[in-house]
Nanobody
Framework: QLQLVESGGGLVQPGGSLRVSCAAS????????TGWFRQAPGKEREWVSA????????KYADSVKGRFTVSRDSAKNTVYLEMNSLKPEDTAVYFC????????????????????WGQGTQVTVST
């Protein structure tokens, strides 16, 4: 079964850092675009970042640009979202998603272009 499993969420103080992970099974993230989304209570799902397959580029929403960094560990078939200088408004459930293997998608795919989704991990930024 093709799965995405997220981990690493938790409670962090404003200004702190946290790294969340997205581990894939059944397919290689090297051949897919991996997206990060987040959703806060009462708000719509928000696109955060997209990382292309091997050799691809990373894109970030303006709200996180300069603070968040996406990376891939191919050996572990895992994509990470490193979050720095966290703000209370970053509080949300963070989801990762992946496109189909070598799918023809734009650099920033729409949500409906992702085939696989994780269950999300809670990130809370609070004093």
């Amino acid at each position: 079964q093709l799965q995405l499993v997220e981990s690493g969420g938790g409670l962090v103080q404003p200004g702190g850092s946290l790294r969340v992970s997205c581990a894939a099974s059944g397919f290689s993230l090297d051949d897919s675009t991996t997206g990060w989304f987040r959703q806060a209570p009462g708000k719509e799902r928000e696109w955060v970042s997209a990382l292309g397959g091997s050799g691809g580029s990373a894109k970030y929403a303006d709200s996180v640009k300069g603070r968040f960094t996406v990376s891939r560990d191919s050996a572990k078939n895992t994509v990470y979202l490193e979050m720095n200088s966290l703000k209370p408004e970053d509080t949300a459930v963070y989801f990762c998603a992946a496109t189909k293997w070598r799918a023809r998608v734009p650099e920033i795919p729409r949500a409906n272009e992702y085939a696989y989704w994780g269950q999300g991990t809670q990130v809370t930024v609070s004093t």
